[in-house]
């Protein structure tokens, strides 16, 4: 069993949830999603939190669902709004490896469909594309590990992962698979 605490991140529509669940089964240790950890807290759907008690309310419930995280093994898929929730991500990132999934924005787009129903945190007037300009700089500031999930079937990117992930068996994956590390210790953009 992996003994260690895996966190992705990356933009709505990526697949974190997908490759989350894939990567904690080939793992051997739980799941977790943040999103769901706060439908359970809030009693209700993403987008009602955000419509009746507002971003800044969302956010502090998503900082307090990251920052609830204890450092056991498991797979952690975070919401694509993480990444604003800078105490949270530095406790994260402090406790477990986080990795980063990339994706072309026309993909993201094509999955995500309505961004308001699906509970996208977005500023007046901002669009996809804004969303992505804003966050880029933040996830690639606290990802260690970055994978290209461009057209590539979500266990092919558990393989790419594996391949990279200190600590994990790599099931015959190729190591030179696109993916960058990053030191912690780095400035972010």
Request: some cysteine; proline content about 5%.
């Amino acid at each position: 069993m992996f003994d260690k605490m895996i966190v992705l991140i990356g933009m709505p529509g990526c697949g974190k949830t997908t490759i989350g669940r894939i990567l904690a089964q080939e793992l051997g240790v739980p799941f977790v999603d943040t999103d769901n950890l706060i439908r359970e807290a809030e009693g209700m759907p993403l987008p009602k939190i955000q419509q009746e008690k507002g971003m800044d309310y969302f956010l502090r419930a998503e900082e307090h669902a990251l920052l609830s995280l204890d450092d056991s093994p498991k797979v952690v898929a975070t919401g694509g709004s993480a990444v604003f929730c800078e105490h949270g991500m530095m406790y994260l990132g402090s406790i477990a490896t986080v990795i980063l999934l990339e994706t072309d924005l026309k993909m993201l787009m094509r999955r995500m469909g309505d961004p308001k129903k699906r509970g996208v945190v977005l500023g007046p007037n901002q669009t996809i594309m804004g969303v992505f300009r804003e966050r880029r700089p933040l996830y690639l500031r606290y990802a260690d590990i970055r994978v290209r999930t461009y057209h590539t079937r979500p266990k092919d990117v558990v393989a790419k992962i594996l391949a990279v992930l200190p600590g994990a068996e790599a099931g015959g994956a190729e190591s030179d698979a696109g993916e960058d590390k990053k030191d912690r210790n780095e400035e972010g953009g």
